[in-house]
Every structure is written in structure tokens, then in C-alpha cells.
């Protein structure tokens, strides 16, 4: 049972646009702790897809954007394509554990 | 280019002892704050444990504390996992990450900002 929570999976046509949910509670996205993001190709080490709610580090395309508000982020990805088919991550911290967590994880289908 | 290279995984007995390396390149070593995130077969991710530039503060999750040791040699820009009494339920890729601060504390507000390439380790009999 992940401290964050995410939906399982979600999916979408080419072109489409999805959102990934993270759900936390007043010990961590509640608690005004930032939310981070990362892609994990199939085989692959994860990778930092936005950072502080809603930066994206260099090379990471703009239709990718996440956002932050009361216990709860998204990560929304736009002009969905197939390279995009890959588990995401949402992730910050937890101060009644003293520890960073991660969300369970969800798996995009590019259908 | 920031590299990060793990090694020293493998399969080891349930309550024995293994020794996982990270060996960085591309970056002042000595300024970041290091990281072990975990991630077992077919799950999500959990973060480990994490040291801070000079190696004076290290941290650990509830899960590891008082079996898994965290350390660095900055001559050698190599930080390491020290895993004592080890469980079945430890079998899992180790990545090491690097956190993103410059001065090399560890900040709450933190993130992994570049991860190794991960390595095996299996606990089983």
C-alpha cells in the first residue's frame, strides 16, 4: 500500500490528451511538501519528468505539465504519442514517516 | 554528463550480508546528496536511504533502519549500501540517485534528479 495513491492505469488514443492523479494527505502533498514526476520506460531507470509541482527539467517536451492543489497533483501529458507508453511515478514527502514516498505507480497505454 | 554506475549485486542467503556500489562520474561529487531507491520485481518504487555530501547525515527508511548502512568515499566518488540481515522481501533492483541541491544537504523539498542504471540483488535460499 503506497502513501501516495494512483490510479492503476490509464490509457489513450494517439494525440489524445490524459492525466495521471497522485493522492497524498496532510502528511505529504497536504503538508505543502512539492510533488515530483518520472517515466519508467519498460527495462529502464526512472527519469525526471517535472520537478517542484510543475517544472520540467531540460530536454522534457512542454506537453507535459503537472500541477498541484489541496492533498492531490496531476501529470498531464497532451498530443499523445506512442513513446509515451511507460509506468509514471509521482513522488515527495512524507513528514509523519520522516521519509520520501513514491506513489504506486501507473501504467499508460497508448491504445 | 552525470553517470551512474551500481554494482556489486547478486544472490545472497536470507540473513546474510552484501555490499552495493555506486560509482559517479560527470558532477563535484562531494556537493550532492546521494540516494538508494529500491524497486522489487513487478512494483513501484521505495526509497532506501540518503547521505548527505560530506557523508555527516545519512537516512533511512523505517523498512531498513538498523540492517542497511549507508556510506561514501568522495576521493573515489562512490557512495555504497552496506545490507546486513538481509529478507526475501529486500530482493529488489537498488538504483542509486542523485538529489539535485548543490550544497550538498538533503532538503525535504528534494527529488532524484538522475538515477544509475539499477542492479539486482536476490534474497533467496
Known amino acids: 500500500q503506497s502513501v501516495l495513491t494512483q490510479p492503476p492505469s490509464v490509457s489513450g488514443a494517439p494525440g489524445q490528451r490524459v492525466t495521471i492523479s497522485c493522492t497524498g494527505s496532510?502528511?505529504?502533498?497536504?503538508?505543502?511538501?512539492?510533488v515530483h514526476w518520472y517515466q519508467q520506460l519498460p527495462g529502464t531507470a526512472p527519469k525526471l519528468l517535472i520537478y517542484g509541482n510543475t517544472n520540467r527539467p531540460s530536454g522534457v517536451p512542454d506537453r507535459l505539465s503537472g500541477s498541484k492543489s489541496g492533498t492531490s497533483a496531476s501529470l498531464a501529458i497532451t498530443g499523445l504519442q506512442a513513446e509515451d507508453e511507460a509506468h509514471y511515478y509521482c513522488?515527495?514527502?512524507?513528514?509523519?514517516?520522516?521519509?520520501?514516498?513514491f506513489g504506486g505507480g501507473t501504467k499508460l497505454t497508448v491504445i | 554528463e552525470v553517470q551512474l554506475l551500481e554494482s556489486g549485486g547478486g544472490l545472497v542467503q536470507p540473513g546474510g550480508s552484501l555490499r552495493v556500489s555506486c560509482a559517479a562520474s560527470?558532477?563535484?561529487?562531494?556537493?550532492?546528496?546521494m540516494s538508494w531507491v529500491r524497486q522489487a520485481p513487478g512494483k513501484g518504487l521505495e526509497w532506501v536511504s540518503g547521505?548527505?555530501?560530506?557523508?555527516?547525515?545519512?537516512y533511512y527508511a523505517d523498512s531498513v533502519k538498523g540492517r542497511f548502512t549507508i556510506s561514501r568515499d568522495n576521493s573515489k566518488n562512490t557512495v555504497f549500501l552496506q545490507m546486513n540481515s538481509l529478507r526475501a522481501e529486500d530482493t529488489a533492483v537498488y538504483y542509486c540517485?542523485?538529489?539535485?541541491?548543490?550544497?550538498?544537504?538533503?532538503?525535504?523539498?528534494?527529488?532524484?534528479?538522475?538515477w544509475g542504471l539499477g542492479i539486482l540483488v536476490t534474497v533467496s535460499s
Open positions: 540517485a542523485k538529489f539535485p541541491g548543490s550544497r550538498g544537504v538533503v532538503l525535504v523539498r528534494d527529488y532524484f534528479d538522475y
Open positions: 513522488q515527495s514527502y512524507d513528514s509523519s514517516l520522516s521519509a520520501w514516498v
Open positions: 496532510s502528511s505529504n502533498i497536504g503538508a505543502g511538501f512539492d
Open positions: 547521505i548527505t555530501g560530506s557523508g555527516g547525515a545519512t
Open positions: 560527470g558532477f563535484t561529487f562531494s556537493s550532492y546528496a
